[in-house]
């Protein structure tokens, strides 16, 4: 399979010829939509819930200079996980943790105790480094150890990843094949899973889609030595949420869902979460991994039977 780089050019994108934009937007591609005919039990949506425990990852890639900003990840830990864990637990619901490596060694205990709750784990970088800014071989050295690392702690290799902050770069996708990874679920070309194409060939990995409108950090995010300030009340968000799972009940889709333990775990935040567990619920909505739900979405999809 060809790689495609960052293209070393003299000239301005406005300058591209076509063949060479061509090429940039068909290196990573959607494919084949892998949407179900139906959902395990006539259930009217599928509902993803995932957590980014990035800890103190956020602070120790940019060099780990502010004790801040770190505590605030330990309460992601100290916090955050066991009142999710709580309010996961009382609902009976499963759900994906994305983890730094970094994360995953500082709290090794976390990680266990999820997997045996029947939580999933999945990559999400090695001390949640920006892809883009990383070579080839630099970044897969690094999902190879951050994947033996969490195998290590839990006993389970992961089997899909999520790219810190999202940040797919031009040799994640080879690296995913590389791997044999089943899936990822950092890009945004739709609503339902579909499978991924590299340079034009079908991979057999699977997207479940993100957006960051399903996204707690992009409302509540605060960083006191940058312009960064939340700015969203709770209920609004809670709206917005409710809002596209009531779009996902409505068209028989997938509610993919976003959270961060040291965010959404807030006393005034945590009833978020909660609510729409309840909602969904109360609608028959199916509760999965994203490994579950992909698996399922890639062996019924429509025309599979």
Not at 116 to 125: A, F, N, V
Not at 193 to 200: N, S, V
Not at 270 to 275: G, S
């Amino acid at each position: 399979m060809n790689d495609v780089a960052n293209p070393q050019s003299p000239l301005e994108p406005w300058q591209w010829p076509e063949a060479q934009w061509r090429k940039t937007v068909d290196h990573v591609r959607a494919g084949a939509s892998l949407r179900p005919n139906r959902w395990p039990g006539d259930a009217p949506c599928a509902v993803a819930l995932s957590f980014d425990s990035d800890h103190e990852t956020n602070e120790l890639r940019d060099g780990g200079k502010s004790y801040g900003r770190m505590s605030w990840g330990q309460y992601g830990n100290r916090v955050g996980i066991p009142r999710i864990e709580r309010i996961l637990q009382k609902y009976d619901v499963s759900a994906s943790f994305y983890v730094p490596a970094v994360s995953a060694l500082l709290y090794p205990e976390e990680q266990k105790r999820l997997v045996e709750s029947g939580h999933e784990i999945g990559l999400h970088g090695w001390i949640h480094e920006l892809n883009s800014v990383l070579s080839y071989e630099a970044e897969k050295d690094l999902m190879l150890r951050a994947s033996d690392a969490l195998t290590g702690i839990t006993g389970v290799r992961p089997v899909g990843m999520r790219t810190p902050s999202w940040d797919f770069s031009p040799h994640t996708l080879r690296i995913a094949v590389e791997m044999g990874l089943e899936y990822d679920s950092s890009l945004m070309a739709d609503e339902d899973c579909y499978e991924l194409l590299l340079d034009g060939e079908p991979t057999s990995v699977v997207e479940l889609p993100v957006e960051w409108i399903r996204d707690d950090a992009v409302y509540f995010s605060m960083n006191r030595f940058q312009s960064l300030r939340p700015y969203t009340p709770p209920r609004d968000v809670f709206e917005i949420f409710r809002a596209e799972l009531d779009g996902a009940l409505e068209d028989g889709g997938l509610f993919q869902l976003t959270m961060h333990p040291h965010i959404i775990s807030a006393r005034s935040r945590i009833w978020i979460m909660e609510e729409i567990i309840r909602y969904a619920r109360e609608r028959g909505a199916w509760f999965a991994t994203h490994a579950e739900i992909v698996r399922y979405a890639k062996h019924h999809a429509q025309g599979n039977g």
